[in-house]
């Protein structure tokens, strides 16, 4: 780990600790984490950063944890099962705030692109190619018109409808290694779309991320397509 790299994993355990200190005093912090109350103080202010070691496991153990319960708290399912992620994707500071906990947390590769489907997974894509210094790529359901060359997926849905989705061809080269993310995973239809984009353009997947899994059919149907890593920050 280079300097550079050093100082970002502690800033970022510093920014866990300050999220969590918002709802707890520094003695339940100290139990939440198992760190002492005076050095705990001293990080959230800004005074000393925690040492490397410290930080990883604030990022990687604490800030999974910490972020799934935040998560949890900004979502709300309807009725019907429909599920409301508008206080999550529209705050860009906790996406940026997740982005090296999921990086650190699940065992996915450091991709080349970050791919996503238009829109509501665009924001969390950016986080995490911000994060990994990577190009961020977005599928869209309509064709850009100076765009010339496309990877196209289309899939007919159980509803009867046909979805497709449309990519610029120069967006992922073959042989890159692509993270596939979005918001939220419930059938795994538009997972399934992007895994076909990554497939068309001869590329590797990296991984396949969503903040949210609704239900379990998404997670699986995923891995029937993919030996990466699947995973979601939450389920509901």
Same mark, same amino acid.
């Given at each position: 780990?280079?300097?550079?790299?050093?100082?970002?994993?502690?800033?970022?355990?510093? *920014?866990?600790?300050?999220?969590?200190?918002?709802?707890?005093?520094?003695?339940?912090?100290?139990?939440?984490?198992?760190? /002492?109350?005076?050095?705990?103080?001293?990080?959230?202010?800004?005074?000393?950063?925690?040492?490397?070691?410290?930080?990883?496991?604030?990022?990687?153990?604490?800030?999974?944890?910490?972020?799934?319960?935040?998560?949890?708290?900004?979502?709300?399912?309807?009725?019907?099962?429909?599920? *409301?992620?508008?206080?999550?994707?529209?705050?860009?500071?906790?996406?940026?705030?997740?982005?090296?906990?999921?990086?650190?947390?699940?065992?996915?590769?450091? /991709?080349?692109?970050?791919?996503?489907?238009?829109?509501?997974?665009?924001?969390?894509?950016?986080?995490?190619?911000?994060?990994?210094?990577?190009?961020?790529?977005?599928?869209?359901?309509?064709?850009?018109?100076?765009?010339?060359?496309?990877?196209? $997926?289309?899939?007919?849905?159980?509803?009867?409808?046909?979805?497709?989705?449309?990519? /610029?061809?120069?967006?992922?080269?073959?042989?890159?290694?692509?993270?596939?993310?979005?918001?939220?995973?419930?059938?795994?239809?538009?997972?399934?779309?992007?895994?076909?984009?990554?497939?068309?353009?001869?590329?590797?997947?990296?991984?396949?991320?969503?903040?949210?899994?609704?239900?379990? *059919?998404?997670?699986?149907? $995923?891995?029937?397509?993919?030996?990466?890593?699947?995973?979601?920050?939450?389920?509901?």
């Amino acid at each position: 780990m280079n300097r550079a790299e050093k100082a970002a994993l502690q800033l970022r355990a510093v *920014d866990v600790l300050r999220m969590l200190k918002e709802t707890r005093t520094y003695d339940e912090l100290a139990e939440t984490t198992g760190l /002492p109350a005076g050095d705990l103080n001293r990080y959230v202010n800004g005074h000393v950063l925690p040492g490397t070691d410290r930080a990883r496991d604030v990022v990687d153990d604490l800030g999974r944890e910490a972020l799934g319960r935040e998560l949890d708290a900004r979502i709300s399912v309807d009725d019907e099962g429909y599920v *409301d992620n508008s206080a999550t994707v529209f705050d860009q500071p906790f996406l940026d705030l997740a982005a090296p906990v999921v990086a650190n947390g699940f065992d996915f590769e450091r /991709p080349d692109v970050v791919l996503t489907a238009a829109t509501d997974g665009i924001t969390l894509a950016a986080a995490l190619a911000s994060y990994y210094g990577v190009r961020c790529a977005y599928a869209k359901k309509s064709k850009e018109t100076a765009v010339e060359e496309f990877i196209e $997926a289309r899939q007919r849905l159980q509803s009867g409808i046909e979805l497709t989705y449309y990519l /610029p061809a120069s967006a992922v080269d073959p042989g890159e290694s692509v993270l596939v993310v979005d918001d939220l995973i419930r059938s795994g239809e538009t997972q399934e779309l992007l895994l076909d984009i990554v497939e068309t353009a001869e590329a590797e997947v990296a991984g396949v991320f969503a903040l949210i899994a609704a239900g379990e *059919d998404g997670i699986w149907r $995923a891995r029937e397509r993919t030996d990466a890593p699947i995973g979601a920050l939450t389920s509901v």
